[in-house]
C-alpha cells in the first residue's frame, strides 16, 4: 500500500512539473495577475491615459490592474481573460516581437545598442520595453521614423543586414505613396475625431483601413473617404482644415496595423448622429464619444 500511494505521489509531482512548463510555455511574454516590472508599468500608463485603471501607476500587476485590462478587453472585442497577450498588447498599442521569430536580430540590434549607449538591459535576445525604449532613442537620434520596429532602415542603421524583407506597407492605389496615403488618413482623422483620445483617432482611421479591406467599400483610402455621404468631414468641410502633428502620428499607427475597434467598419456619434440607418447597426466598442459597430 505505502509502495503504490509512493507511486502515485511521483506521478502526480511529474504532472504537476510537465502541467507548470506547459502553462509557461503557453503565456510566454503574457503579462497576468502578480507580474511585476516595466512592461506592467507600460500596460497601467496607457490603461490609465484611456480612463480603464485609476490606481497608482507602480509596475504591479494586482487587482485593479487585471479589472481594467478586463474592461479594456471587453471593450475591444478581445477575448476578456485579464492576461495581456499578444493581441491585447497590439490593441494597446505596445509594441511585441516573438522571441522564436526575431531572436537573433534582438539580440543583435540590443548588443549594438548597449555598444553605443542606448541600451542597458541584458543581452538575451527578447524584445520588451527597455529594448523598444532604447531602439526609439536611436532611431530619434538618427531621423529615422520612430515606431520602435527593427525595420530594414533601422537596420541598415545598425548595421545589421536587412536580407531581402520587403516593406510591410503597400499602397493602396497606384501611384499613391506612404506619405500621400499618410496625409489623407491624417486629414480625415482630423476632421472626424479631433478632441477626441488618441486612441479614438487612432480607431478612426482604423475603420477607414478596415472599408479599404472589406469587399462593400472602395479598395483605397481616397476611395473610401470620398465615397458620397460617408463622412460628415468630407461634406462640411472639415477634412480639409490643416491636420496636426497628432493626426498624422494616429494615421502612422493605424497604418502600422493598431486597431483599437478589433474590425469595426462603422462609428458614429449618437449625440450628433443624424442618419437614422445607423442606428441599425450593433455597437460594439465605444472610445470617447465614438460608437464602433463590426456590421
Given at each position: 500500500?505505502?509502495?503504490?500511494?509512493?507511486?502515485?505521489?511521483?506521478?502526480?509531482v511529474?504532472?504537476?512539473i510537465?502541467g507548470?512548463?506547459f502553462?509557461e510555455s503557453?503565456?510566454?511574454?503574457s503579462?497576468?495577475?502578480?507580474?511585476?516590472?516595466?512592461e506592467?508599468?507600460?500596460?497601467?500608463?496607457?490603461?490609465?491615459?484611456?480612463?480603464?485603471?485609476?490606481?497608482?501607476v507602480d509596475?504591479?500587476?494586482?487587482a485593479?490592474?487585471?479589472?481594467?485590462?478586463?474592461w479594456?478587453q471587453?471593450?475591444n472585442?478581445?477575448?476578456?481573460?485579464?492576461?495581456?497577450?499578444?493581441?491585447t498588447?497590439?490593441?494597446?498599442?505596445?509594441?511585441?516581437?516573438r522571441?522564436?521569430?526575431?531572436d537573433?536580430?534582438?539580440?543583435?540590434?540590443?548588443?549594438?545598442?548597449?555598444q553605443?549607449g542606448?541600451?542597458?538591459?541584458?543581452?538575451?535576445?527578447?524584445?520588451?520595453s527597455?529594448?523598444g525604449?532604447?531602439?526609439k532613442?536611436?532611431?530619434?537620434?538618427n531621423g529615422?521614423r520612430?515606431d520602435g520596429?527593427?525595420?530594414?532602415?533601422?537596420?541598415?542603421?545598425?548595421?545589421l543586414?536587412t536580407g531581402?524583407?520587403?516593406?510591410?506597407?503597400?499602397?493602396?492605389?497606384?501611384?499613391?505613396s506612404r506619405?500621400?496615403d499618410?496625409?489623407?488618413?491624417a486629414?480625415?482623422?482630423?476632421?472626424?475625431a479631433?478632441?477626441e483620445p488618441?486612441?479614438?483617432q487612432v480607431?478612426?482611421?482604423?475603420v477607414i483601413?478596415?472599408?479599404?479591406?472589406h469587399?462593400s467599400f472602395?479598395?483605397?483610402i481616397?476611395?473610401?473617404?470620398y465615397?458620397?455621404?460617408?463622412f460628415t468631414?468630407?461634406a462640411?468641410?472639415q477634412m480639409?482644415?490643416p491636420?496636426?502633428?497628432?493626426?498624422?502620428?494616429?494615421a502612422?499607427?493605424?497604418?502600422?496595423?493598431?486597431?483599437?475597434t478589433?474590425?469595426?467598419?462603422?462609428?458614429?456619434?449618437p449625440?450628433?448622429?443624424?442618419?437614422?440607418w445607423?442606428?441599425s447597426?450593433?455597437?460594439?466598442?465605444?472610445?470617447g464619444k465614438h460608437?464602433f459597430a463590426?456590421q
Amino acid at each position: 500500500m505505502k509502495k503504490f500511494v509512493r507511486v502515485v505521489c511521483f506521478v502526480l509531482v511529474i504532472l504537476l512539473i510537465f502541467g507548470a512548463i506547459f502553462i509557461e510555455s503557453i503565456y510566454a511574454g503574457s503579462l497576468s495577475w502578480g507580474a511585476k516590472g516595466s512592461e506592467v508599468r507600460e500596460v497601467q500608463e496607457k490603461l490609465k491615459r484611456w480612463g480603464y485603471y485609476k490606481g497608482v501607476v507602480d509596475g504591479v500587476f494586482g487587482a485593479e490592474t487585471y479589472r481594467a485590462v478586463l474592461w479594456f478587453q471587453k471593450k475591444n472585442g478581445l477575448r476578456a481573460d485579464g492576461i495581456v497577450g499578444t493581441q491585447t498588447k497590439r490593441a494597446l498599442g505596445i509594441t511585441t516581437v516573438r522571441r522564436t521569430q526575431y531572436d537573433s536580430t534582438v539580440r543583435a540590434a540590443q548588443q549594438k545598442l548597449k555598444q553605443w549607449g542606448y541600451y542597458d538591459g541584458p543581452v538575451d535576445g527578447i524584445y520588451g520595453s527597455k529594448t523598444g525604449s532604447a531602439v526609439k532613442r536611436f532611431q530619434r537620434k538618427n531621423g529615422l521614423r520612430v515606431d520602435g520596429l527593427i525595420g530594414p532602415q533601422t537596420k541598415r542603421a545598425l548595421g545589421l543586414p536587412t536580407g531581402t524583407a520587403k516593406a510591410a506597407y503597400t499602397a493602396t492605389s497606384r501611384g499613391v505613396s506612404r506619405s500621400d496615403d499618410i496625409r489623407l488618413l491624417a486629414m480625415a482623422i482630423h476632421g472626424e475625431a479631433r478632441g477626441e483620445p488618441y486612441a479614438g483617432q487612432v480607431a478612426v482611421g482604423a475603420v477607414i483601413l478596415n472599408r479599404v479591406r472589406h469587399p462593400s467599400f472602395p479598395n483605397s483610402i481616397a476611395g473610401v473617404i470620398y465615397q458620397p455621404g460617408a463622412f460628415t468631414a468630407v461634406a462640411d468641410g472639415q477634412m480639409y482644415l490643416p491636420p496636426n502633428d497628432t493626426s498624422f502620428k494616429a494615421a502612422r499607427d493605424a497604418l502600422n496595423g493598431w486597431d483599437p475597434t478589433g474590425g469595426a467598419i462603422y462609428y458614429w456619434n449618437p449625440a450628433t448622429a443624424t442618419s437614422k440607418w445607423i442606428w441599425s447597426r450593433k455597437a460594439t466598442v465605444k472610445i470617447g464619444k465614438h460608437w464602433f459597430a463590426h456590421q
